[in-house]
């Protein structure tokens, strides 16, 4: 059974950055897409950013419009882990944010494990 860990997140003051982590185990890892979503306090999840699996040719990535410019998804297939490197923050940034293994949609139902969550707050 595959298992995503979480590290990363904290409070940071607007303007700041993060870089979070999720670790995979239990599965092979560079065969999956992943995503990262947040939800803040009474919010739906929402789609983040995703990357797609080592088997394309170039990893594709996706952002939504909120986050783009300011994080970057990338992953490690060594170290079977994906990053959320995140810059720029303000206080809409504040949520719990997810990582997920199985797809690279901006969908949350196509995704199937989901890692603990962590809570990144921004203050202003």
């Known amino acids: 059974q595959v298992q995503l860990v979480q590290s990363g997140g904290g409070l940071v003051q607007t303007g700041g950055s993060l870089r979070l982590s999720c670790a995979a185990s239990g599965r092979t890892f560079s065969s999956y897409g992943m995503g990262w979503f947040r939800q803040a306090p009474g919010k739906e999840r929402e789609f983040v950013a995703s990357i797609t699996s080592i088997s394309r040719s170039y990893y594709s990535t996706n952002y939504a419009d909120s986050v783009k410019g300011r994080f970057t998804i990338s992953r490690d297939n060594a170290k079977n882990t994906v990053y959320l490197q995140m810059n720029s923050l303000n206080p809409e940034d504040t949520a719990v944010y997810y990582c997920?293994?199985?797809?690279?949609?901006?969908?949350?139902?196509?995704?199937?494990?989901w890692g603990q969550g962590t809570q990144v707050t921004v203050s202003s």
């Open positions: 997920a293994v199985g797809s690279s949609s901006t969908i949350t139902s196509r995704y199937d494990v």
